[in-house]
Each structure stands twice: as C-alpha cells, then as structure tokens.
C-alpha cells in the first residue's frame, strides 16, 4: 500500500523553462511534506518543505504547492538549469518523525 | 560542517557473512535513521533513533537485521546472516528533532552486495 505516490518515474524539460514534478497521496493524517533530490552515489539532500497549515512555500527558484483537498502537492523549478538534473523525491510525516517516501522522478534539464 | 558520515562505502560479501555498517551523525542531532533503498521497494524506514533510544523498528525485515546506538555520534547496522536479497543501498539520516520541523540530513549511503 503505497501512501505516497510519484506517478511520473521521469520527466524532461527545456533549460530555463519550468519543471514540474507532482506527488499524490492517500493518509489523511499527513501534516508535514518535504521534497528531497538525489544525484547518482549521493544520499538524498532537503530542498524544501511545506505544513499542512499552507498552501504554498517558496524558497528562490523553488515553490512547493500543496492542495489538501486533492492530497495532492507539486515542486516547481523555474528556471530550470542543467544541475537541477537529478531524482526528486517527496516525502510526508503524520506528525511523527517517520518520513514515507514516494518512489521518486528522474528530472533531466536538456539544454 | 561535517555532514552524516557512513562506512564502509561499499560493501561486498558471501551469503552467510555477517556485515556491519556504521553511521556517525551530524553533531548535535538526536535523531537517527536507517533506510534501505532497492529498485523494488524504494526508500524505506528500517528504525529510527530518538536521543540514543529505539523508538520504531517496524521496517527492520526480519530477526538478521539488528541496529545500535550506544551513544549519541555512533550506530551500527548488522545484517548477520546475509542473503543476496539484502543487496541494497543502505542510508543513514540525522535530525535535529523538534515540533514543525521534519527535514532528515543524509550520508552517502552504504551499497551493500551479497553474492
């Protein structure tokens, strides 16, 4: 039972363009929600988080989108560089410190 | 600043080999996390850590797995016996825990094979 869920194993954009990248899940009870990128022989590093008491986060070309009532939430990039290549994961908490994350997008900026 | 330390970096060993990995976390955070990461599974919680103390060790697969903290720089993660489905990239993660803020520091991660 996957409660966190990244439904586009990857995903390609245009340098300088707009990345998306989207997570869905399904436990109610989650409250906190983090995105995290990995580069190949690295461990996953925090970009950016949201509560559930926003809607929105953003931190320079990074904004964080979260739609409670869809269980829905998304990672924009703008613009997108060539070092932004990487796998993104979400992650969400339920008020615990236990972090469930979802399976991961592998974003690849083309220049 | 040091980040989250882990070793070996790579590992591998015979089915039957006990194996031990060890992760020393960001100074000051009292909490500590083991995941496994596999192509099947992804990225999942093995245990984690509060100030030194066990606090969830659902995701821990089955008896062969054991981890430790005996003081609040140093875990341990041993596998013992090995299987070759243990292949796997193992992370260790460090937070400063308090309320509102949930973000996990990673190591490099531990890639483990089991021949």
């Known amino acids: 039972d996957q409660q966190v869920k990244q439904n586009s194993p990857s995903l390609s954009v245009q340098e300088g363009r707009i990345s998306i990248l989207n997570c869905d899940y399904t436990n109610s009870m989650f409250d906190y929600f983090l995105w995290y990128k990995k580069y190949p022989a690295e461990g996953p590093t925090f970009l950016i988080s949201?509560?559930?008491?926003?809607d929105k986060n953003e931190d320079g070309r990074f904004t964080v989108f979260l739609n409670k009532s869809a269980k829905h939430l998304s990672l924009h990039i703008v613009p997108s560089q060539p070092g932004d290549s990487a796998v993104y994961f979400c992650?969400?908490?339920?008020?615990?410190?236990?972090?469930?994350f979802g399976q991961g997008t592998r974003l690849t900026i083309n220049p | 600043d040091a980040g989250v330390i882990q070793s070996p970096r790579h590992e591998v060993t015979e089915m039957g080999q006990e194996v031990t990995l060890r992760c020393k976390p960001i100074?000051?955070?009292?909490?500590l996390f083991w995941y496994r990461q596999t192509m099947m599974r992804g990225l999942e919680l093995l245990i984690y850590?509060?100030?030194?103390?066990?606090?969830?060790d659902s995701g821990m697969p089955e008896d062969r797995f054991s981890a430790k903290m005996p003081n609040a720089s140093f875990s341990t993660l041993k596998i013992q016996p090995s299987e070759p489905r243990d292949s796997a990239v193992y992370f260790c993660a460090s937070s400063l825990s308090w309320q509102g803020a949930l973000e996990q520091y990673f190591g490099p991660g531990t890639r483990l094979t089991v021949t």
């Open positions: 949201i509560s559930s008491i926003k």
């Open positions: 100074s000051g955070h009292n909490s």
């Open positions: 992650a969400a908490s339920g008020g615990a410190q236990k972090l469930v």
């Open positions: 850590f509060n100030n030194n103390v066990p606090i969830d």
